[in-house]
Each structure stands twice: as C-alpha cells, then as structure tokens.
C-alpha cells in the first residue's frame, strides 16, 4: 500500500529563489523520497546567470550567505542528534551553497570552516581523494551532515561507499539539476565514513614510491644512527635493494634534483595542496628539476649515496612545507 502526498514549498525565506519539490511515500518503514530541483553550474565563470544555488563568497561571518548556511547547519544538527532525532527532516531542510576554492584551502579547511565533515563534502562533490581540491574550483557545501552517494556510481570510492549502504534503510533520494544534468543521489543523513572508506579515501593520493620493500626505520624520534643522539625523523626509510626503482607518489613537478651531503642524491616533488614528497640516497636520479611527473613516474634509483648505512630510500612527505608521518597515507 502506497499512498503518496505532495508537498511544495517555496523558499521564500532564502537569497536564491529554488524551489524544493518534495515527494512523501509512506509505506513500510521509512521511505521517503525527496528532490531537489536546483538550476546550477559548475562552471560559473562560463555561465554566470545559470545557477540558482547562494553563493558563498568568503568562509566568514562578515559574508551574509555564510552566514545563513552556518544557520542552516545548526538547525540540522540539531535535528540529527538526541533521542528525538529527525534525520528526515533534517534532509528536508537540506539546502545546498556554492563555494569557490580559494589558493591555500585544501578539504580539510573547508570542513573546519563550514563544521561540515570532509566525508559529505568529498561525497556530495564526487571526490576521489583530498587532493583534487584545486583554487578556483566550484564546491557545494550542503547545510546537513551525511553521504552522498550517486545513483552512477564511477569511482572506486564511490563503489565502497554505494555497496555498504545502498541496500540500508534510511536514504533519501534527491535530484541535483546542474545546467540541464540532473545527478540523482541517495542521501543518508548524519552519516560519516566508515574508517574503510575514510582510510582507502585518504590514501587515494598518494602511492608507494616502491614496490618491495622493508621498513628499517619510521617517522618520529629515534636514535640517529650516526651521532647516536635522540633526533627527529623526518621521513620513513625503506630498504631495498641498490638499482630498485622509485616512483613519484603522485602528480607533481620536481622542484629539487640534487646532492646533499645527507640526503646524497634527492629529488623533491611538489604536488597539489602543498604536498611535497622527497627522496634521498638516491643511487641515480631519473628524472629532471622542473619536470612534470605522473603517479607512479620512474625517477631514481635506491642508492647509499650521502649519510646512509646501506641501501635504502629516505623518503618524506611534506604539507605546507612541514614533514609529517606518511605511514597510512600511502596506498600499494
Ligand atoms: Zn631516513
């Protein structure tokens, strides 16, 4: 037995003039349709008038759109949480805001400035790993925590993401009309990453930079193995045999080829969002400074060149310039 109700509502109340269409399904359980008719572009500097959806011009209270969302989401919040949790009307309530990356913002800025978690912002906006956030690039931000999972699910997260839940109750399908494609997700309101997803998601950017290998040596203090002394670690090192190959962990230009007295022969990558991975003791390198490198490039070769005990490769991954433990970000 289907009985359905329609519901429309005007959204008199916002800046943009986009109209929700809701479809009420009552049956067993709960089972609720919702669409969401949005007129939207992702490409506004190509179309500037064809999108309905408020833009939000800077990630701050002086921005009024911000503002409103920031209300937005407050009020959804607070339907998702307690013993009289909404998570329906919260994703009634769902309204979604343009942003425009600016230089030196990655995910993580933008979930800490919009206090949504980074899982509904890569899932909503279909990306594959963190560092696809790129300056100038268009990011919805939705006002109510969840995953969104598209109905043509292409990538691999995507398949994670879309086999664990598609089968479970508790989604709610919307329509996202952008410049005449309509994207239809099931979204699930309130819910985060599994740490499957959230590790195979952080780790979709970056590669081993070899294939064998042994771990001699990680990230943090140890006793350095020439003075003796407790020092930091900066990197990971990585035995393997001298000639092995050494991959780029991901897209990039090398910004250092070189020696060190050190690091002997290093290269130094720079990769979107202020990644940068470096390779030392490098028997020869491969590759040239200012080439543009791929995921998985050759570009040296496992060495003992500089202060090293044997063959082995230095590596260190680096955000803003800072080392940082690579361990659990890179994938095989
Ligand atoms: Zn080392």
């Known amino acids: 037995m289907h009985r359905l109700r329609?519901?429309?509502?005007?959204?008199?109340?916002?800046?943009?003039?986009?109209?929700?269409?809701?479809?009420?399904?009552?049956?067993?359980?709960?089972?609720?349709?919702?669409?969401?008719?949005?007129c939207l572009s992702f490409c506004p500097a190509q179309q500037p008038g064809d999108t309905d959806l408020p833009l939000i011009r800077q990630l701050y209270p002086t921005d009024t759109s911000f503002r409103q969302f920031t209300g937005d989401v407050e009020r959804n919040r607070r339907l998702l949480v307690?013993?009289?949790?909404?998570?329906?009307?919260?994703?009634?309530?769902?309204?979604?805001?343009?942003?425009?990356?600016?230089e030196g913002e990655d995910l993580y800025h933008l979930a800490a400035r919009s206090t949504?978690?980074?899982?509904?912002?890569?899932s909503l906006n279909r990306l594959n790993s963190p560092s696809v956030i790129q300056p100038?690039?268009?990011?919805?931000?939705?006002?109510?925590?969840?995953?969104?999972?598209?109905?043509?699910?292409?990538?691999?997260?995507?398949?994670?993401?879309?086999?664990?839940?598609?089968?479970?109750e508790g989604g709610i399908e919307l329509r996202i009309n952008t410049a005449g494609r309509t994207t239809?997700?099931?979204?699930?309101?309130?819910?985060?990453?599994?740490?499957?997803?959230?590790?195979?998601f952080l780790n979709a950017g970056f590669r081993f930079p070899l294939r064998n290998y042994r771990i001699?040596?990680?990230?943090?203090?140890?006793?350095?193995?020439?003075?003796?002394?407790?020092?930091?670690?900066?990197?990971?090192?990585?035995?393997?045999?001298?000639?092995?190959e050494v991959f780029a962990i991901a897209d990039g230009i090398v910004t250092a080829a070189g020696f060190d007295s050190v690091l002997?022969?290093?290269?130094?990558?720079?990769?979107?969002?202020?990644y940068s991975s470096l390779y030392g003791h490098l028997q020869r390198i491969e590759t040239v400074l200012r080439a543009e490198v791929r995921s998985g490039t050759l570009i040296g070769r496992v060495?003992?060149?500089?202060?090293?005990?044997?063959?082995?490769?230095h590596f260190e991954l680096r955000h803003g310039g800072r080392a940082f433990d690579p361990s659990g970000r890179l994938r095989h």
């Open 216 to 244: 001699t040596s990680r990230f943090g203090v140890r006793a350095d193995p020439f003075s003796g002394h407790q020092q930091m670690h900066q990197g990971i090192d990585l035995a393997a045999p001298e000639g092995t």
């Open 82 to 102: 307690g013993a009289r949790a909404q998570p329906e009307r919260a994703a009634e309530n769902l309204t979604i805001y343009r942003y425009i990356v600016r």
């Open 6 to 38: 329609r519901v429309r509502r005007h959204l008199s109340d916002r800046s943009y003039s986009s109209r929700i269409s809701l479809l009420l399904r009552t049956g067993k359980g709960i089972a609720l349709a919702f669409f969401l008719f949005f």
């Open 303 to 313: 060495g003992s060149t500089g202060q090293s005990t044997g063959p082995h490769l």
């Open 264 to 274: 002997g022969n290093f290269i130094i990558i720079s990769h979107n969002n202020n």
């Open 136 to 168: 100038g690039m268009t990011i919805l931000l939705p006002s109510c925590p969840g995953i969104f999972i598209p109905s043509n699910v292409e990538t691999d997260l995507e398949k994670i993401i879309g086999a664990a839940r598609v089968s479970a």
């Open 116 to 122: 949504i978690p980074y899982s509904a912002l890569a």
């Open 184 to 200: 239809t997700y099931l979204f699930f309101p309130g819910a985060d990453f599994t740490p499957t997803e959230r590790s195979f």
